[in-house]
């Protein structure tokens, strides 16, 4: 994927909401935020880069499925779906 041919639209708010976690994750994340110093919030941040970098390899390939069901490169159809999540922006 060539990340100079995808247009990233102007977007102010880029914080993301997640469900609730269950019982026992919400005190691991307590505890490994306190053994790190970090805020909750860090260590989710951490977690969220962590598996966009670890899985972006897999996302890809169906982001080139799905290119190729719309007929267009693959940097297209990464910029149409991030347009239509933030509703057309």
């Known amino acids: 994927m060539d990340w100079d041919k995808v247009s990233i639209p102007q977007i102010d708010n ?20 306190n053994l790190m ?3 909750q ?5 951490t977690a969220l880069y962590t598996y966009l970098q670890e899985t ?5 390939e169906r982001l080139t499925v799905e290119a190729n069901k719309r007929g267009i490169s693959i ?14 922006k």
Do not use: M, N, P, R
């Open 75 to 88: 940097e297209e159809c990464f910029t149409e779906i991030v347009k239509e999540a933030l509703g057309g």
């Open 14 to 33: 880029t914080k993301v909401q997640i469900q609730k976690l269950g019982g026992l994750d919400y005190c691991k994340l307590i505890v490994i935020a």
């Open 41 to 45: 919030s860090q260590i989710g941040q």
């Open 56 to 60: 972006w390899a897999q996302h890809e």
């Open 37 to 39: 110093a970090q805020s």
